[in-house]
């Protein structure tokens, strides 16, 4: 059997452009990958088969149009001949939650399939591919920290983030990308500021001071539809963290921590007023 791990993804910044002739928004993001994710098992079989477990495997729910099985039938159709699997998907990360989780599945199955298979597809058919099934595929499909821009398309490979502890909390309210889209309000339509010592290693202070000069600015649609938002980020903040963001279209938020024993502190501080947040402290990546 073969497993991939989905892990979530974050959007350090997320400065959202206009729209572009294609009906997309021009993006430009820093993302990490964390610790926290979903795994896939992958298994050699005559037909197409998916199967969901995990915490959030329910609330997933079975769709044919699941982006794992897509992502499958977009391989069988890449390769030209029938080709099956037993696929489960063990759903750890909440759903509709802005980190990336449908994205990072699509990616890990991609991935998992393509040894299972053992196609020898380019890359450049690959990311094609994940570009169809969704903007946040070919960033997942590398899982390491990168720059993004176009509508997701371009993806370059950043080195030398600090690895500075992180908390994610999830109000466990599913936010619609596609509507916080709908909800965006007028913005500053201005290219994001330069990292001060890029490429290269910042150090944990260049990162938290560079971040505050940049913004997520699907966070205000997202809190006109999902205002609980407003109080996770009061609840990171008030827990000690340097800086805290929404993540992608939200809700889930991130904090960053000086040291992971406040980072841990707060995540026990958070889970114990809010006991049904889904709370969990990790780090900027590298890999794991
Ligand atoms: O590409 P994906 O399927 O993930 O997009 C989900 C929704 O977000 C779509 O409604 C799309 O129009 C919108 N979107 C956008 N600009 C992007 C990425 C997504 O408008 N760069």
Same mark, same amino acid.
């Given at each position: ?26 993006? &430009? ?58 696929i489960r998907l063990i759903k750890v990360l909440p759903v509709a939650s802005g980190i990336g989780g449908g994205s990072a599945d699509a990616a890990a199955a991609l991935r998992g399939l393509s040894r299972l298979w053992q196609l020898k597809l380019e890359p450049a058919q690959l990311e ?34 600090? &690895? ?125």
């Amino acid at each position: 059997m073969l497993h991939e791990r989905a892990q979530a993804k974050v959007n350090l910044y997320l400065h959202v452009g206009g729209r572009r002739a294609d009906g997309y928004h021009a993006l &430009q993001s820093l993302v990490c990958f964390t610790d926290a994710g979903d795994e896939l098992q992958f298994e050699s079989a005559s037909d197409l088969r998916l199967e969901l477990e995990g915490p959030f495997g329910a609330v997933l729910g079975y769709t044919p149009d699941n982006l794992v099985l897509r992502a499958a039938r977009a391989l069988v159709q890449a390769a030209g001949r029938p080709l099956g699997a037993r696929i489960r998907l063990i759903k750890v990360l909440p759903v509709a939650s802005g980190i990336g989780g449908g994205s990072a599945d699509a990616a890990a199955a991609l991935r998992g399939l393509s040894r299972l298979w053992q196609l020898k597809l380019e890359p450049a058919q690959l990311e094609h591919i994940a570009l169809e099934l969704g903007s946040d595929v070919p960033v997942c499909l590398l899982s390491q920290p990168a720059e993004m821009s176009g509508r997701g398309e371009q993806v370059d490979k950043v080195e030398g983030l600090p &690895q500075l502890p992180m908390l994610l909390v999830n109000p466990r309210v599913a936010v619609s990308t596609a509507s916080v889209f709908r909800h965006l309000g007028r913005r500053a339509d201005d290219p994001a500021p330069k990292a001060p010592a890029w490429p290269g290693l910042l150090t944990a202070g260049e990162l938290v001071e560079w971040l505050k000069d940049t913004r997520n600015d699907m966070e205000d649609a997202a809190r006109s539809i999902a205002p609980v938002i407003g109080k996770v980020l009061v609840q990171l903040e008030r827990s000690g963290a340097l800086i805290t963001r929404m993540c992608g279209s939200g809700a889930t938020c991130y904090g960053l921590f000086a040291d992971a024993a406040s980072c841990a502190g707060a995540a026990q501080a958070i889970a114990s007023v809010q006991p049904g947040w889904w709370v969990y402290p990790t780090r900027i990546a590298g890999r794991f």
